[in-house]
């Protein structure tokens, strides 16, 4: 790795480092601010912008090298509460990634057939080959999320009522842990986002949406319903992110009340993660070099 690469990343890890977990242990989301710029004031919101678009340029060019190299695989998951940003951050973050090497899932309510397998396998059947980015805007952490909030939720999954115990989310986020532990061993980079968004800040995007009339469409009444068990939301993450957070599974705790700062603080972590891998373009040997020079001689002897 050149100097100058070693020194962006020295800034990157100064920039992220504040909202990286890997240890779960003695872990608070009120230790984490949703307003927090990370000490950039809204008048660096144009540089902020600049830097954006400079770490998605990077993007673009590592990405072109993972897809080349087709030995590592990347899973990107995206968590947060309604309206805190995902699919803007998503858009703006992932704009110039080719859309040949990156695969995007929102997962929604549970089929019937999916509901007649184990709580992972609509998951695993989206994970990305090497090569390529998966993006999953909400995961298998929804598992031990709203289906912790609303437990009726786990009766429609049909699970063996022994099997239903007082430890039932504890022994799901080991095995949550336990498969993120063996993605990373297969070569998957797995990189997990909570965008932190304050209640007050939702209330006012809820707001905003109601307002003007081309957000509308935005708006859901059930959203607000969700908004009354924030507590237990809170709760639930925290457990969440205590359980899972690993060195070889980081959960990034991004402050959402500012989209400019968390787009910004996004791009940043995977341009790190794609520069830890320090990819390369394969290397071609002699004899392909003989065969494209061989070609080269062909072409060119071509008459016009």
């Known amino acids: 790795m050149d100097k100058k690469k070693r020194e962006i990343i020295k800034r990157i890890e100064k920039l992220v480092d504040p909202y990286r977990v890997t240890k779960g242990k003695g872990f608070r989301l009120k230790d984490i601010d949703p307003g927090d710029t990370g000490g950039l004031g809204s008048d660096q919101k144009p540089r902020a912008k600049e ?3 400079q770490g998605v340029q990077r993007m673009a060019e590592e990405q072109d090298k993972f897809y080349a190299d087709d030995r590592h695989s990347m899973l990107l998951v995206f968590q947060a509460m309604d309206a805190a940003g995902k699919d803007g951050t998503i858009s703006h973050v992932m704009s110039g990634v080719n859309p040949q090497g990156c695969q995007v899932y929102s997962f929604k309510q549970p089929s019937a057939e999916e509901l007649d397998h184990d709580f992972m396998w609509r998951y695993q059947r989206c994970l990305p080959e090497r090569g390529r980015i998966g993006i999953y805007n909400r995961s298998y952490y929804e598992e031990v999320l709203v289906v912790r909030v609303h ?10 009522r022994n099997l239903v115990t007082r430890n039932i989310w504890g022994e799901r986020l080991e095995d949550i842990a336990g498969f993120e532990r063996y993605l990373a061993r297969q070569g998957t980079v797995v990189l997990k ?15 905003e949406r109601l307002e003007m009339p081309e957000k509308n469409w935005k708006f859901s009444s059930a959203d607000v319903t969700e908004r ?28 959402a009340d500012n989209k400019w700062f968390t787009r910004l603080v996004v791009a940043a972590v995977i341009v790190e993660a794609f520069w ?4 390369a373009y394969p290397r071609v040997d ?5 065969e494209l020079a061989a070609v080269r001689k062909a072409l060119m002897g071509e008459k016009k």
Do not use: C, N
């Open 276 to 279: 830890k891998l320090e990819l």
């Open 286 to 290: 002699d004899a392909k070099k003989k």
């Open 151 to 160: 437990k009726e939720l786990l009766e429609r999954q049909k699970m063996p």
């Open 193 to 207: 986002f909570f965008l932190h968004v304050s209640r007050k800040e939702q209330k006012r995007r809820f707001l």
């Open 228 to 255: 009354g068990y924030w507590r237990d939301y809170m709760a639930a993450y925290e457990d969440a992110i205590r359980a899972t957070a690993s060195r070889e599974a980081p959960w990034y705790v991004i402050p």
């Open 51 to 53: 830097l954006l678009a």
